[in-house]
Antibody
Framework: QVQLVESGGGEVQPGRSLRLSCVASGYTFNKYGMHWVRQPPGKGLEWVALIWFDGSSKYYADSVKGRFTISRDNSKNTVYLQMNSLRAEDTAVYYC???????????????WGQGTLVTVSS | DIQMTQSPSSLSASVGDRVTITCRASQSVDRYLIWYQQKPGKVPKLLIYSASSLQSGVPLRFSGSGSGTDFTLTINSLQPEDFATYYCQQTYTTPYTFGQGTKLEIK
């Protein structure tokens, strides 16, 4: 079955960096776009970033643009989120989710990984 | 950016009730509207895509409608397992914004 497993979360000081990983299995990874979505503790969902199936296009939320970078390694079935210049307001559970196939960038997000918690605190 | 506004933010209902949750977009998103369900401590689950298409495995008591800027999620004959938070999301244009969520509680 399709499975997404995130890792790389933890506690980090403001201004520092962290890289999240999401390993996919159970489907042809290089056919699908991938998203990152975050959820601050006790709050709602915020879409963070999207990368196309081949990595040729990337899109970001305004709140992370210029600080976060999404990338993927199709040979490793893995999508990454490099997070730089972290702020307290970046504290959240970060989920990866599969998107639409090929150029269907509007496809729904399904399934989702179990999430990894990032805490930005001094 | 397109703003997505859900109403109500919270809702109390009883088992067997019919409930409707509304999602309004600040500009047209055509039918690129998705509904998710999230239970406490759990991962969001896809319910409805393309405004009205039921995801495989989702019970038929869930339905979605709308296009353009106004959308609804309807749950017929509420079951105990339906008490959760529901989110809409537009995937018409990036950033793919979510509504703030509607928490459905047991009356």
């Amino acid at each position: 079955q399709v499975q997404l497993v995130e890792s790389g979360g933890g506690e980090v000081q403001p201004g520092r960096s962290l890289r999240l990983s999401c390993v996919a299995s159970g489907y042809t990874f290089n056919k699908y776009g991938m998203h990152w979505v975050r959820q601050p503790p006790g709050k709602g969902l915020e879409w963070v970033a999207l990368i196309w199936f081949d990595g040729s296009s990337k899109y970001y939320a305004d709140s992370v643009k210029g600080r976060f970078t999404i990338s993927r390694d199709n040979s490793k079935n893995t999508v990454y989120l490099q997070m730089n210049s972290l702020r307290a307001e970046d504290t959240a559970v970060y989920y990866c989710a599969r998107g639409g196939d090929y150029y269907d960038s509007s496809g729904s997000l399904d399934p989702w990984g179990q999430g990894t918690l990032v805490t930005v605190s001094s | 950016d397109i703003q997505m506004t859900q109403s109500p933010s919270s809702l109390s209902a009883s088992v067997g009730d019919r409930v409707t949750i509304t999602c309004r977009a600040s500009q047209s998103v055509d039918r690129y509207l998705i509904w998710y369900q999230q239970k406490p401590g759990k991962v969001p689950k896809l319910l409805i895509y393309s405004a009205s298409s039921l995801q495989s495995g989702v019970p038929l008591r869930f339905s979605g409608s709308g296009s353009g800027t106004d959308f609804t999620l309807t749950i017929n004959s509420l079951q105990p397992e339906d008490f959760a938070t529901y989110y809409c999301q537009q995937t018409y244009t990036t950033p793919y914004t979510f509504g703030q969520g509607t928490k459905l509680e047991i009356k």
